[in-house]
């Protein structure tokens, strides 16, 4: 698995010229998004084709411990304590389902915690970690937006901020300097737009209950047509938040 340098791209184009929001919509769709559809290609030929009978054993096992209709995921397996073997099986194939299956965000945020633990011969993988990370944030906000009771997804929130074996990527994404971090947020919303929506998830968004005196529970989910104008909306806003700071 070779490091990714993506967010070089945005820095290095904020370094050189003042880039407009039109130049950012432009990278983003000729470069940034097929740079990200050719990873996932790969990530899907991998899955496709296992380098070794243990490699696909492992990933057939955690597939079938997979089910997104419900919510189903080997996350604790796929981010605990791991030989550095294991490590490299449970990142390739959490890769595979976050590029190539648009999986939600809760794979973004294991593998950016396996990537935090990753080293080949003294470099680290911290860079493409604070990527990932971002994304699991920016992909929660999106999928919890789609519920009218965002409860369980303002509490995941939370609960990944607090896991200590994400600590390092919060302290080293609050430590980061403006430019690298707006960087390395355009190259997560990048990605998001490659991947495209999720479904709404019924297991993310609680049922609500009618209340007195009426019969008629709440819609559990928001419109498509409303929730497909704030998605919209926010991935713009968060382009230009990043643009300023470049």
């Not at 407009?20 to 790969?42: C, H, L, M, N, Y």
């Not at 991998?46 to 189903?72: F, I, M």
């Not at 990142?91 to 080293?119: C, G, I, K, P, Q």
Request: hydrophobic share 45%; glycine share 4%.
């Amino acid at each position: 698995m070779k490091r990714l340098a993506a967010a070089l791209l945005w820095a290095c184009l904020g370094a050189v010229q003042a880039a407009s929001f039109a130049d950012i919509q432009r990278i983003k769709a000729t470069e940034g998004v097929p740079r990200w559809r050719e990873a996932a290609q790969r990530a899907r030929a991998l899955r496709a084709d296992p380098p070794t009978a243990e490699a696909a054993a492992a990933w057939t096992s955690l597939d079938a411990q997979t089910d997104p209709q419900v919510g189903k995921a080997p996350l604790d397996q796929t981010s605990g304590a791991l030989t550095s073997a294991d490590l490299l099986l449970n990142a390739t194939w959490l890769r595979w389902r976050v590029l190539s299956e648009n999986a939600d965000a809760r794979y973004s945020f294991a593998y950016a915690m396996d990537l935090a633990r990753m080293r080949s011969g003294g470099d680290n993988y911290d860079d493409e970690a604070v990527i990932f990370f971002f994304h699991a944030k920016l992909a929660l906000t999106l999928d919890g937006m789609r519920c009218t009771d965002r409860s369980k997804a303002e509490h995941l929130q939370n609960w990944y901020a607090a896991l200590p074996g994400l600590q390092p990527l919060v302290d080293k994404a609050a430590r980061m300097p403006l430019g690298d971090k707006s960087a390395a947020v355009l190259e997560a919303i990048t990605m998001e737009e490659m991947l495209g929506e999720r479904p709404a998830m019924g297991w993310l968004c609680p049922r609500r209950e009618a209340e007195p005196p009426s019969t008629t529970a709440p819609p559990r989910f928001m419109s498509i047509e409303a929730w497909r104008k704030y998605r919209k909306d926010l991935l713009e806003q968060l382009t230009r938040n990043a643009l300023k700071d470049l």
